[in-house]
Structures are given as structure tokens and as C-alpha cells.
């Protein structure tokens, strides 16, 4: 059994430091310019999102699948701003991992792992079971694993693969580059906002860049 495995038998809290950020009641833009063509190249593994490439308002979201303000987030902000702008080309959402402890790192291995038409789903079940899975990570994990298609050894074997923890720590690591300390932050169009906001905010901002 690996570190993290070992790890994922431990309170959620362990291993790295929460950066959960407190929410705001507002979108609250962080200061400092960013590297707009870094900020878009795609990671290693490849770029998780939801919408058409020409929409006008793209959103980078950096989360960690145990924080409990991007559950919010998804849970109670996402499907909306899915009906009314993913849905309808207004606005693509670009998914990215910044996990923030290792019950976050073991989800979103699991997550790479599956099939990428499971991804999502995979990650909307973190988000509405949060406090089930978290509670317990390796048990947790393992029974929504098995749900989606994984096996025993095919889950075990995904905790052990060092090359999608890399790939998925070094996502993390790239994001504190833009200057991202907090989660979740947002890029809206390449500008940095952090915390857990209201639908309000988002719909307000977005509707503010899209085309008369």
C-alpha cells in the first residue's frame, strides 16, 4: 500500500494543508496581472470541460472534490449556470484539480482514471455525497468506484498509479503560478476571482461580457 492509500485510512483532514477559501458575498477579483496564454494551455492529461470552445465566457474552475464551498458551488450555483449558459453556447466552464488534501487527490484520481464521459459524472457524485464519502475516503471512494465500473484491482491499481498523481499535483502547481491560493478560484475570461459565490454574481458578471 502506497503513502497515499495509507493516508486515504486517515481523517480527511490529513496530509496537505486546506486552502478553503471563506466565501464572500460577492465576486471578489484578486489583483495581479496572469500569463493569459499559460492559463489556457491544456494539462498533461488533457482538459476537463463542459460547453462549446467559441463561447464567449469561458470559466476556468480550480476545486478540490472534498471542499465544501465547491460542493456549493456545484451543487447549488452550477446546474443552473448550466441551462442558461453552458447549454446554450453562452459560456464553456474548464474543470481543473487543485486538491487540497488526500481524500481530494484520491477522488480525482479515480475521476482521471474512469472513462472521460465519467468524469463528470464522477465528480457531480464528490460533490452531492461529500459528506458521506469524505467521512471515510477509501471506503467512500471505493464504493463510488465500484458503482461506476471499476473493480477491486482496477481501483486499487488507480491509487497506486504515481503518473496520474503527478499529473494531477502538478495541475495544482501550475495554478499557484497564477496566483491561485484559495479554492475554489475562478478565471472568468482570464480574470482571478476566489470563494464560494451566489448564482446572482456569476449570472451579473457573465451576462456583463457577453455580446450585445
Known amino acids: ?4 492509500n495509507r493516508r486515504l485510512f486517515l481523517a480527511a483532514g490529513a496530509g496537505i494543508a486546506s486552502l478553503a477559501a471563506a466565501a464572500p458575498l460577492a465576486l471578489a477579483q484578486s489583483a495581479g496581472p496572469v500569463d493569459q496564454k499559460a492559463l489556457m494551455e491544456p494539462p ?8 462549446v470552445e467559441t463561447a464567449p465566457v469561458t470559466i476556468i474552475e480550480y476545486a478540490s472534490a ?4 465547491c460542493a456549493a458551488f456545484a451543487n447549488d450555483v452550477l446546474p443552473a449556470l448550466t441551462k442558461d449558459y453552458i447549454d446554450t453556447g453562452k459560456m464553456r466552464l474548464i474543470f481543473r484539480e487543485f486538491p487540497h488534501n488526500d481524500a481530494a487527490m484520491g477522488a480525482f484520481m479515480v475521476a482521471r482514471c474512469a472513462p ?8 457531480e457524485i464528490y460533490f452531492k455525497t461529500q459528506d458521506s464519502w469524505v467521512a471515510k ?5 471505493r464504493a463510488i468506484a465500484i458503482q461506476a465500473g471499476f473493480t477491486e484491482q482496477t481501483f486499487m491499481a488507480c491509487l ?6 503527478k499529473n494531477i499535483f502538478a495541475v495544482r502547481q501550475k495554478a499557484e503560478g497564477f496566483g491561485v491560493q484559495g479554492i475554489p478560484t475562478f478565471f472568468i475570461n482570464g480574470e482571478r476571482y476566489e470563494g464560494e459565490n451566489t448564482l ?4 451579473s458578471k457573465i451576462d456583463s461580457l457577453l455580446p450585445a
Open 66 to 69: 472534498s471542499c465544501p464551498h
Open 200 to 203: 446572482e454574481a456569476f449570472k
Open 116 to 123: 472521460k464521459e465519467r468524469y463528470f459524472p464522477l465528480i
Open 1 to 4: 500500500m502506497n503513502t497515499l
Open 137 to 141: 475516503p477509501l471506503e467512500g471512494l
Open 44 to 51: 498533461a492529461m488533457g482538459e476537463m470541460a463542459l460547453g
Open 160 to 165: 497506486n498509479n504515481q503518473d496520474v498523481a
